[in-house]
């Protein structure tokens, strides 16, 4: 059978259930609910959200994305949600249940964007602010996320001072949510950094620490933390993601030149 005709957008809609309810909603992208049961999302960059590269990007950007993302899971089942698949410029994830402080968490950015809208200012109340702020940090200063932010750090996952990426914003109430009394970092995240030459061109590097990563597959398996399963898995993972990252910046370069040949006519 030829793939003529084939209009994926209804496959994925169908096969996937992929409703219209919106689950959460952050500066880039919208997040809806999906599968039979309404226990998956779909996440997907909005059209008019902050993430330039993302919006542009071919397959092989969310493809890295996804590979990124299976490989934290299975390093850290109980602090990653699984992805399940990627397509048409979205991604199909375990959707992680809100409890009431996610949920209280959620209405206060909701109202935030609303105001902003409104008033062209972001504003918290002060008694919404005091409530996220004691939140965000019981999870930042938990022993388990200080743990956490330190093996993400060490990888490249997360750095200090990026705002995306920083562990402290990642600890955000509707960045991370509490199951089981773990903490579940629901971020998706981009597979790629920004970069800077001498000269200030930008670039675009890989997220991932591929050697580092390898360091503490390897300890975790001697200590016990990380099963031979897994670690197979989180190789050929790794493996996956690099070559996937690598053609990502290989396209963005070829877009950024052909913009530069344009600026210069
Ligand atoms: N796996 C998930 N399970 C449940 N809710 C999710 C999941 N992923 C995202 N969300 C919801 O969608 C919102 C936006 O997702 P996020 O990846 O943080 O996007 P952004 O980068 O735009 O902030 C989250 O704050 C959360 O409310
Ligand atoms: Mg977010």
Known sequence: MSGDGVNYEVVLRNHLHLGQD????????????????GDKVWVQYSRDGENKDALVAGPEFFKA??????????LLPDNFPDYLLT???GLLVERIPAD?????????????????LETGSGYCESDEHEWLTQ????????????????????????????????????????NTYIVDGHPVIIETMDPLVKTKSERGT??????????????????????GKVTEEAARKIRKYAQRYKVNANSAIESWMVARNSLETLTEL
């Open 22 to 37: 919106v689950v959460g909603e952050g500066r880039e992208k919208v997040v809806t609910v999906a599968g039979e049961r």
């Open 65 to 74: 994305q996804f590979y990124l993302h299976k490989i934290l899971h299975e």
């Open 87 to 89: 397509g048409q410029g």
């Open 135 to 174: 939140k965000h940090n019981a999870i930042y200063y938990s022993d388990e996320y200080q743990t956490l932010a330190r093996v993400l750090e060490y990888i490249g996952v997360a750095e200090v001072g990026d705002r995306d990426r920083d562990a402290y914003e990642l600890a955000v109430p509707v």
């Open 100 to 116: 009431e402080d996610a949920k209280r968490a959620n209405d206060i950015m909701q109202l935030v964007r609303q105001r902003r």
């Open 202 to 223: 930008e670039g675009r590097d890989l997220l991932l620490n591929i050697d580092r990563l390898g360091e503490v597959v390897d300890e975790g398996v001697v200590v």
